[in-house]
């Protein structure tokens, strides 16, 4: 059974920082590339970072320099570090496995407000 679990989220003032955590079972971690996605009320959900199964890094304009995706394939877990957090970040972010099939994890809410 394959699961994603992300934690880390919370309540953050502007200018702060959030370190997010998914951890993988079921899956060859390190053979998926991995992405952090976020969706705000009422908007679609879009990308965030993306890390390739061989670590190369993709980030969403919205967040380069800011944000830094990582992963661990001894841990089976990806992080993305968010730094410089705007009230715009706000969202539930969720954690993305691809290789051949797509799995998803449950969400975490992260709030920037003062």
């Not at 059974?1 to 920082?17: D, N």
């Not at 879009?46 to 394939?73: E, P, Q």
């Not at 972010?93 to 799995?103: E, G, K, L, P, S």
Request: charged share 15%; hydrophobic share 30%; proline share 3%.
């Amino acid at each position: 059974q394959v699961q994603l679990v992300e934690s880390g989220g919370g309540l953050v003032q502007p200018g702060g920082s959030l370190r997010l955590s998914c951890a993988a079972s079921g899956i060859i971690f390190s053979n998926y590339a991995m992405g952090w996605y976020r969706q705000a009320p009422g908007k679609q959900r879009d990308l965030v970072a993306l890390i390739s199964s061989r670590g190369s890094t993709t980030y969403a304009d919205s967040v380069k320099g800011r944000f830094t995706i990582s992963r661990d394939n001894v841990k089976n877990t990806v992080y993305l570090h968010m730094n410089s957090l705007k009230p715009e970040d706000t969202a539930v972010y969720y954690c993305r496995a691809t290789q051949y099939v797509d799995y998803w994890g449950q969400g975490t809410q992260v709030t920037v407000s003062s």
